[in-house]
Structures are given as structure tokens and as C-alpha cells.
Antibody, heavy 119, light 110 residues
Framework: QVQLQESGPGLVKPSETLSLTCTVS??????????WSWIRQPPGKGLEYIGY???????NYNPSLRSRVAMSIDASKNQFSLRLSSLTAADTAIYYC???????????WGQGTLVTVSS | QSVLTQPPSVSGTPGQTVTISCSGG????????VNWYQQFPGTAPKLLIY???QRPSGVPDRFSGSKSVTSASLAISGLQSEDEADYYC???????????FGGGTKLTVL
């Protein structure tokens, strides 16, 4: 089983860029066993897929967020990251990192980190 | 408005069987796998059912999944109070080229 842990700021100002990191243990981010993904959940609402990336660097982003999203891998730290730009209050949510199998289900999730966009 | 449609809430009494539906289309459920996630308040979602009807280790066999054309269902038999949670269906969508989730269903055990 893979363990994942999100880290990053809890409060970000509107129009700024959010940077979150997910630290992985129990597997290498470059093993090829999984894709590495981000999902968010606005308070009291449902889940929204943000995107995933592979160890080779290929990415898939939610079309509604594609213009503002970037994901990357830091193999030396066994981490992967999310950058989301031009933030608005609508981006306030709990952000989860998760592993994603080749057949596209999410077996392991981080505990989530609440990000509030407010001035 | 979610691509996959679930009832906002369902309820049942202990011991009953409840079913949660998930309606989609040919671009998602009709052509791709369906998975289900369980989420308790204040915690991360947990994989409950994958590949329509497979259970990860540790998930009781009271939980089962099925699919019919462009819809899927999650059945919970022998309902227990600890089953009270939110349940989400998910599938890949070929048109959107991304994973889509249902809006979630809150299960209440009366």
C-alpha cells in the first residue's frame, strides 16, 4: 500500500498561484506502477478530478482547469506537485493527492489539505 | 452539474439492502470501468469497489457493484450503522478525456 501526504499553504490570495506537494512512501514515483493524481473537493460538495501525470512526464488535465494547471515530479524527493494559477474563491477546496492505476481507479489517497483563497 | 448522476441521498434501516444508482452515458460508463468510493465526514475518500464489482482487501462482501449499459449500481446488504457515509461513483470519460465523478450520495442509516 502506498502512503501519500499533501503539504502546502492553507491560505492563498486571489490571482496568486497555488503550489502543493505530495510526498509518496511505499513506492517510487518513477516505478511506473501508478500514475500520480490530484483531486479536490470544495467544502460540503463533491469530488472534482484535477489531473494526473506519469513517471515519464506525460500529463492529463481536467479540460475545465487545463489552462491553469501544471503538474511535475521530483524523483529525488519521491514527490509530485501541483501548480494552479489565477486563483479565485471558487478554488477553495480540500486538495487530495492519490495514486491512480493503469486501469484508472484511485487505490490510495492522502489525507487532504484545505486551501482557502481569500485576501 | 456532474457528468455522472447519483441520487443526493438514500436511507435504510439496519439489516436492509439499499442501492445507489449512477447514471452516465456511452462516453463514460458505457465504455469504461466504474469504481466506487466511500467517504466518512472529515476523512479522505476510500476505494470501495473497482472494475464494476471487485472489492479491495478488507471491504466486506456486503458491498457489491454492477453495471448495465450506461448505468451502474452499488448495493449494500445487511446495512449497518457504520455504513453511514457519502458514496461516489467514478468513470473515465472519453469525450472529456478525464476522470468524472458522480455528485455523491449520502447514506443515512435510520
Amino acid at each position: 500500500q502506498v502512503q501519500l501526504q499533501e503539504s502546502g499553504p492553507g491560505l492563498v490570495k486571489p490571482s496568486e498561484t497555488l503550489s502543493l506537494t505530495c510526498t509518496v512512501s511505499g513506492d517510487s514515483v518513477t516505478s511506473g506502477s501508478f500514475y500520480w493524481s490530484w483531486i479536490r473537493q470544495p467544502p460540503g460538495k463533491g469530488l472534482e478530478y484535477i489531473g494526473y501525470l506519469s513517471y515519464s512526464g506525460s500529463t492529463n488535465y481536467n479540460p475545465s482547469l487545463r489552462s491553469r494547471v501544471a503538474m511535475s515530479i521530483d524523483a529525488s524527493k519521491n514527490q509530485f506537485s501541483l501548480r494552479l494559477s489565477s486563483l479565485t474563491a471558487a478554488d477553495t477546496a480540500i486538495y487530495y493527492c492519490a495514486s491512480l492505476t493503469q486501469d484508472l481507479w484511485f487505490p490510495d489517497w492522502g489525507q487532504g489539505t484545505l486551501v482557502t483563497v481569500s485576501s | 452539474q456532474s457528468v455522472l448522476t447519483q441520487p443526493p441521498s438514500v436511507s435504510g434501516t439496519p439489516g436492509q439492502t439499499v442501492t445507489i444508482s449512477c447514471s452516465g452515458g456511452f462516453s463514460n460508463i458505457g465504455g469504461n470501468l466504474v469504481n466506487w468510493y466511500q467517504q466518512f465526514p472529515g476523512t479522505a475518500p476510500k476505494l470501495l469497489i473497482y472494475r464494476y464489482n471487485q472489492r479491495p482487501s478488507g471491504v466486506p462482501d456486503r458491498f457489491s457493484g454492477s453495471k448495465s449499459v450506461t448505468s451502474a449500481s452499488l448495493a449494500i446488504s445487511g446495512l449497518q450503522s457504520e455504513d453511514e457515509a457519502d458514496y461516489y461513483c467514478a468513470s473515465w470519460d472519453d469525450t472529456l478525456r478525464g476522470e468524472v465523478f458522480g455528485g455523491g450520495t449520502k447514506l443515512t442509516v435510520l
